[in-house]
């Protein structure tokens, strides 16, 4: 099995995006490796992109912390495109992502999916070993917040 450097991660601003971000910070802490958090913006995103950015950086760095783990060895990737596409270059050069990491279901969730689009298109076309993070229960969320 090849060593994890390099985790990409796909970040949405939901809570499943969130437990997702968390436990790959978590990984990260743990072998090592540097985290990539993965927005993907779309057409509509575009116009707003700039505080969305600001946003999402701020939330990446109050999960770095915690998670312990330094902020040094976090950034954030702001893409073009849909998200499958998104995750799916984060596996080529320049981060050359050895594991991808997805919540179950990001913003656009359809109540009694177990997986939302992203995730099972992840699991159908990734060339690189795909974790998708189940749903935080309700009393680790209570905990979380």
Known sequence: MKPIHTIAVGFDGSEDAKT???????LATHCDAQVVVAHAVGLLERFDAKNVAVELEESLLRLCDESGLEHSRAQLEIEDGDA????LRMADPPISAD???VGTRGQGAH????LGSTSLEL?????IPLVIVPRASTTEQSQMA
Not at 84 to 87: L, Y
Not at 123 to 127: K, L
């Open 20 to 26: 997702a971000v968390r436990w790959a910070l978590t």
């Open 84 to 87: 499958c596409s998104v995750m």
């Open 99 to 101: 594991l991808l990491v």
């Open 123 to 127: 699991a159908e076309h990734s060339t």
């Open 111 to 114: 109540a009694g999916l177990l």
